[in-house]
């Protein structure tokens, strides 16, 4: 189950030094999140925890890295302000469920309905997100911008910014830290580069006594293991309407963002993860969160790059995250907190420049301008709003124009045969976005008295393709004009039998064909 590849020492060893890696880098985020939401650090420290054991240990895309977000941080704050954060607990227990429900339906499957445009600005957006987080921490704490030392993304152009010897402390610093994960691979690649970088940048604050932010000034991490603990609060009929929307949608932004995740990593490995699977464990995973203490979480693209481009490609690299982000709650919290913020902003910063397609500049010159419109506008609206809803925008305005592309495609021919009859031949899908040019090339009362409507190269594909062909008929039957519908797909067959009485067409029918050896025995 847990596929360490014991097999392979190297393996194991990068797995382990990545998971160390990720772990420094989790430490913040997970407390700024905490804020975000409006509860207190050790609770989003234990969703960090627990969401990246389980999903690490039964997820189905090893080597990818779940936490708490601030995609999901940004919806419980209104929950958390209204109705306290036990309210919060049950909620994140309901979400879990509704995502293995969702697992066990495999709707994971759904995630191919996402284009490679909406892809491509879901990346982009994600990482100005991530790059515009880190720019916080070049503002001063305690002035607009930020919140309990919390950087607040949408005051970023009120931030009051660090000047002088501090600012040029931490820019050095991290260009320090920046220089050395890029640098150091083309020496060795034994060790994670990040994990050398924030080592390094740290023993230098440390040995120089350099005055710069840690860890530390941001939130104490120190705390006991979590506990077993039911939500507070009443379970009543009333209780379930105030958690179940913001359950459902917590629940529908986690698992776009893990099966999104899922298919980045996928594409950066060259190896294919399960996406129903993930599901189901990061149902797992939220409703153990929500019964001991977590504010929940999903998977966490900026830590998943930054396992595997340090070598993290198995199970046992989230292992080793989680439990020594544990470790470091529990017994090394002093020494974290000391660990300098610009080592770790550095690491993100080399985190955006790897996430961001570069290459969208590129090929957006070159593909449809419906594609590179959906592309800008999925990257601007992540920026704006959040990742979930970026998506849905996407895929909802993917769909729209594909159904305006596809219903010009519908073609009509019409041509007398033999026997005196019009013929006319469909070509192209039969659909919500086509009837109406279907219906405007048809005229009964110029037609000859026997009409054969040949469906062999169109498929119809909803209702209104239904309803259109019945409204043919009743035109031709009511000019007192012979109809033939011939060559009706087997799913249109379908759908006129389950529409019974709603679609009254009855004038179908079809030729039946021989083959020559069929008859000559």
Known sequence: MFEIHASKVTTIKNDLLSGITVALALVPEAVAFAFVAGVEPLVGLYAAFMVGLITACIGGRPGMISGATGALAVVMVALVADHGVEYLFATVVLMGVIQIGAGVLKLGKFIRMVPHPVMLGFVNGLAIVIFLAQLGQFGVPGEPGWLDGTFMQDTILDVAWLEGQQLYMLIGLVLVTMSIIHFLPKLTKAVPSS????????FLVFGLDLDTRVVGDIASIKGGLPTFHLPAVPFSFDTLMIILPYSIILAAIGLIESLLTLRLV???TETRGRGNRECVAQGVANTATGLFGGMGGCAMIGQSMINVNSGGRGRLSGITAALCLLMFILVASSLIEQIPLAALIGVMFIVVIG???WSSFRVIRNVPKTDAMVLVLVSGVTVATDLAIAVVVGVIVSALVFAWEHAKHILIEAREDHRGSTVYAVTGPLFFGSVTSFLERFDPALDNDDVIIDFARSRVADHSGLEA????????????????LVHLSDECRRLLKKAGALVEVNVIEDPQYFV?????A
Do not use: N, P
């Not at 994990?195 to 740290?202: E, G, Q």
């Open 469 to 484: 062909i019945d409204t043919l008929a009743d035109r031709y039957l009511s000019a007192g004009k012979t109809l033939h």
């Open 355 to 357: 996430t961001f397609e």
């Open 195 to 202: 994990l050398v970088a924030i080592l390094v940048v740290s």
């Open 266 to 268: 996928d594409e950066v």
């Open 516 to 520: 020559a050896d069929d008859v000559l």
